[in-house]
T-cell receptor, first 113, second 118 residues
């Protein structure tokens, strides 16, 4: 099974400042079809998770452009260009390269300083 | 608009059973893989099971194999999770999730809480 590891586990940030979350997989997420099925999810307090980014860098419908994803192979990053109060929550990376088996990172808690 | 509504959670003793349901609307249910993902209180996400569009193919995480059964009724746009031989470690919010090919888990329900305790 592919193990997903996120760093940091907690990230205090100042409003208006950038934030960055790292995700590393135990093996390459490049699928045989050439795509890399790495997603980022946001879970606000008391809410279900919500898809932000899919296939490394594609923003899902309705996601603000301050969110961006990057990376290749086994190392991936979610960046928020300027953190807003509504961005508080837990962020998960998720691999679906092994679809129909999914794997999630442990989550990174984003909080305001 | 895609809408997924879970029900069926509750308190059950260890060794007991629960049947979770998910009512889907706003899309052609029979065209999509569907999943159950769970989240223990204060913890992260764990994929539990998923099922292909016609219900003929099913996958499970190792920890629930032989105890949980995923199924669907396309005529009623409904997804189910039959949980038996429940353990304390199965305590979690269970989310019904739509799988969009090439995109991933693009729609999540609000979840239903299952508590296994004596």
């Amino acid at each position: 099974d592919i193990v997903m590891t996120q760093l940091p586990l907690s990230s205090p940030v100042t409003l208006g400042q950038p934030a960055s979350i790292s995700c590393r997989s135990s093996q390459s997420l490049v699928h045989s079809d050439g795509n890399t099925y790495l997603s980022w999810l946001q879970q606000r307090p008391g809410q279900p998770p919500r898809l932000l980014i899919y296939k490394i860098s594609n923003r899902f419908s309705g996601v603000p452009d301050r969110f961006s994803g990057s990376g290749t192979g086994t190392d991936f990053t979610l960046k928020i260009s300027r953190v807003e109060a509504e961005d508080v929550g837990i962020y998960y990376c998720m691999q679906s390269t092994q679809f129909p088996l999914y794997g999630f990172g442990q989550g990174t808690k984003l909080e305001i300083k | 608009e895609v809408h997924l509504v879970e029900s069926g959670g509750g308190l059950v003793h260890p060794g007991g059973s629960l049947r979770l349901s998910c009512a889907a609307s706003g899309f052609t249910f029979s065209n999509y893989w569907m999943s159950w993902v769970r989240q223990p209180p204060g913890q992260g996400l764990e994929w539990v099971a998923n099922i292909n569009p016609d219900g003929s193919v099913k996958y499970y995480v190792d920890s629930v194999k032989g105890r949980f059964t995923i199924s669907r009724d396309n005529a009623r746009s409904s997804l189910f999770l039959q949980m038996t031989s429940l353990r304390a470690e199965d305590t979690a919010v269970y989310f019904c999730v739509r799988d969009q090919s090439g995109v991933g888990t693009d729609s999540w329900g609000q979840g239903t809480l299952a508590i296994v305790a004596s």
